[in-house]
């Protein structure tokens, strides 16, 4: 039986002084005197040309700055230049083996490149370090499910979901992708507690991205109000993929790949989703 969950979310504040700023998750305490010039400001705003613009500074006066090497390095993979962030992070590896955070980023930067069996073994060395990092169970359910392996993709995923709810937080995209994990399965009476899960909670009062989605998976939503929701190409990629999803399970392939296909004809290769849109392979469900 699936239990309740919570996203973990920081608040971006203007960086000024001293202060912790959240790099990748790794906290670190760096000295900045203005937030416009401020590097690590600029990466979680999503300015990533301009970040690494910033942190290439940083590196010419101290090329052994991990935090600014590793910041610059989840711009490149946000941009999508997967080889030249592998290169970083393989470096980062070789000096620090036992950092799960660049371990972890290995394995995106694989499984954004659609090295699904290599993405598995460093998430995998990553949690032998952070057993009981939900984003990494999450990040193996993702795969699994992109190789086609809905049962170890249901495991992960609710592992995830266990791992979110130990510690009272909701993650509604661990929540999704352990129901269509689940519903790949064809295994009807998991299917339908995630179903009934979803439905106990309490949708109407949740209106932020991604908790559309969930009302649409529950039946609220139709796809065309789900759409309505939809704030940015990402979400809007992400809206077309689960509509298409939910379509193949009902058995409406035709329509199913409509959606897919353009998702895939988008080609936001930084997105999960489409990465999975492009592995799926049609056809007639049993």
Known sequence: MLKGIIIFMISIVPLIGQVETYVLKQPKVIEVSNAQDDAFYHLDQGNYPLAIEKFNALLEKSPQFKSALVGKGNCLLQLGKYDEAFKIFSELHAKF???????????DIAFHSSQFDQALEFFAKALQIVP??????DAQAKTYLCLDDAQMASENAKMALLLNNKKGEIAPFSLILAYFSIAEMAEPIEQNNALRYIERLNLKKETAWPYPILSFIKGSLKSSELLSHVESEEQEIQAHTYIGLKLRLEGLESLAEKHLAWVKRVNKIQLFETIYAKSIQFKPKA
């Open 132 to 137: 009981e990092k939900a984003s990494l169970y």
């Open 97 to 107: 083996p036992n950092d799960a955070y660049v371990l972890e980023s290995l394995g």
